[in-house]
C-alpha cells in the first residue's frame, strides 16, 4: 500500500512539472468598448431617461382578472378603485386567457405592483395578471 501511494505521488508531481513546462496561455486582445458604441455614447438606465412606465409601452396593457362569475370583477374593480387605480372591465374574450378581465389604466400600472397583486391573490383565488398588446382590446366604457 506505501508503494502505491508513492506511485501516485511522483505520478502527481510529473504531471505538475509537465503542466508547468507548458507556455502560459495569452490573454485574448478586447477591442475598446469606443469601438462597439457606434451611434448609442453611453449605456443609461430607463429611469435616467425620464420615461415613465407607461410611456415605454404605448402598446402593452396591464390586465389583472381571469375570475369567472361577473360579481367577483365587480369586486376586484372595486377593490382596485378603494386603491386609487383606474380599471375598466373589458368586453369580450381575452386571446389565450379564461376568465373575466380588467385592463388597468396606464397611469394606474405604477400603483399595482407585485405586493399588490400578492395581497389581492389572496382575496380573489382565480387572480391572474397579464401585459398585453393594446391593439384590438374594447372595454366596457
Known sequence: MRWLFLLLLVLNAFYYVWNQQQAPLRAKDVAPLSLYKGSQQEIRLLK???ATAAGQRRDECLVVGGVSA???LEALRQRLVSLDINAAPVS?????ADGLWL???PDSERLLDQ???????????????KIIFCQGIATGE
Do not use: C, I
Open 70 to 72: 361577473r360579481e367577483q
Open 92 to 96: 369580450g374574450q381575452l386571446p389565450g
Open 48 to 50: 435616467e431617461t425620464g
Open 115 to 129: 405586493t399588490v397583486l400578492d395581497a389581492l391573490s389572496n382575496d380573489f383565488k382565480d387572480l391572474k395578471h
Open 103 to 105: 385592463k388597468v389604466s
